[in-house]
């Protein structure tokens, strides 16, 4: 039995870091698990990764952004369409760059999760 746990633990790491996603840290059973922050802690690390985050899971989830695989002028349109057709707070200038930056680099065409 130990066996079959150390594969089936040894086959979800690699998955985790096949995705290029960071593992799940092992909890202890009686600490509170707040979902939210497992997956901001499971999303590739990189500048903007928070306020991407927060800016995209405040509305929808964020497997639909890792997704997506769009170029950064497809993210870049995304987001207008966002604050014009879904209500999308704007965002400021700076941080709109910070997240264009990180989804290009981690949820472009060549790296989208399926």
């Given at each position: 039995?130990?066996?079959?746990?150390?594969?089936?633990?040894?086959?979800v790491m690699t998955t985790f870091l096949a995705w290029g996603l960071t593992p799940p840290r092992l909890l202890n059973a009686e600490e509170p698990v707040d979902p939210d922050e497992a997956l901001l802690a499971s999303l590739p690390e990189g500048p903007g990764k928070e306020e991407t985050f927060?800016?995209?899971?405040?509305?929808?989830?964020?497997?639909?952004?890792?997704?997506?695989?769009?170029?950064?002028?497809?993210?870049?349109e995304t987001l207008d369409w966002m604050v014009e057709e879904q209500g999308m707070p704007e965002l400021e200038d700076d941080e709109r760059t910070l997240i264009l930056d990180y989804l290009e680099a981690h949820y472009n065409e060549k790296r989208a999760l399926n």
């Open positions: 039995m130990r066996r079959i746990v150390r594969l089936a633990s040894a086959v927060y800016a995209c899971h405040g509305c929808h989830s964020f497997r639909l952004v890792s997704q997506q695989g769009l170029s950064r002028k497809n993210w870049d």
